[in-house]
């Protein structure tokens, strides 16, 4: 099913919207308090969770958000300002750091809406550790909370195993 498709029969919340983009742009919008979780590469592979925090905010086109990671890194404080741009049809996404000259691009494989919260997961060819992979983002969206996992796929492999998710509370 296309992203198409899948909009038109489970988003109900974007009747009279023109784009998705219209619709999940608002939604990330704003200022965000919670936590990185992320797998090490090097052993024993522990997952390590961290405190961070992301301000999110609209380009003023609407034709992307601008999204600005924060958090600490046992002790060193890393920043990282990321772009991500849907284009108008919802069947593209392009992210990638502000510095990136080719951010990556990700195929929108579902965008559903159901309970008030939107999902979004989009896959695409990188890298991860040095090696190909195929990467899948998942987005979840609530009008308080959004998650942000990362998952990778080995050339070859069958399943996608977790890198890093960020989970956010809408700061008060």
């Not at 961290?50 to 380009?59: D, K, L, N, V």
């Given at each position: 099913m296309?992203?198409?498709?899948?909009?038109?029969?489970?988003?109900p919340?974007?009747a009279?919207?023109?784009?998705?983009r219209?619709t999940?742009?608002?939604?990330?919008?704003?200022?965000?308090?919670?936590a990185?979780?992320?797998?090490?590469?090097?052993?024993?592979?522990?997952r390590?969770?961290?405190?961070?925090?992301a301000?999110?905010?609209?380009?003023?086109?609407?034709s992307?958000?601008?999204l600005?990671?924060?958090?600490?890194?046992?002790?060193?404080?890393?920043?990282?300002d990321?772009?991500?741009?849907?284009d108008?049809s919802?069947?593209?996404?392009?992210?990638?750091?502000?510095?990136?000259k080719r951010?990556?691009?990700?195929?929108?494989r579902?965008?559903?809406?159901?309970?008030?919260?939107t999902?979004?997961t989009?896959?695409?060819?990188g890298?991860?550790?040095?090696?190909?992979?195929?990467?899948r983002?998942t987005?979840?969206?609530?009008?308080?909370?959004?998650?942000?996992?990362?998952?990778?796929?080995?050339?070859?492999g069958?399943?996608?195993?977790?890198?890093?998710v960020?989970?956010?509370r809408?700061?008060p």
């Amino acid at each position: 099913m296309n992203i198409t498709t899948a909009l038109a029969l489970a988003l109900p919340l974007l009747a009279g919207s023109s784009s998705p983009r219209e619709t999940l742009y608002p939604l990330l919008s704003g200022a965000w308090t919670g936590a990185l979780e992320y797998q090490e590469y090097q052993p024993p592979h522990d997952r390590i969770r961290r405190p961070a925090t992301a301000t999110i905010e609209t380009a003023p086109d609407g034709s992307s958000v601008v999204l600005h990671f924060v958090f600490d890194d046992g002790g060193k404080v890393v920043k990282s300002d990321e772009r991500l741009a849907l284009d108008a049809s919802g069947d593209t996404l392009v992210w990638g750091s502000l510095s990136e000259k080719r951010p990556q691009s990700y195929t929108v494989r579902a965008m559903i809406t159901t309970g008030g919260s939107t999902t979004l997961t989009a896959e695409g060819e990188g890298n991860d550790d040095g090696q190909p992979v195929t990467l899948r983002e998942t987005f979840t969206i609530g009008a308080d909370s959004i998650q942000i996992l990362r998952e990778v796929r080995r050339k070859g492999g069958a399943a996608f195993a977790f890198r890093h998710v960020y989970t956010f509370r809408r700061k008060p």
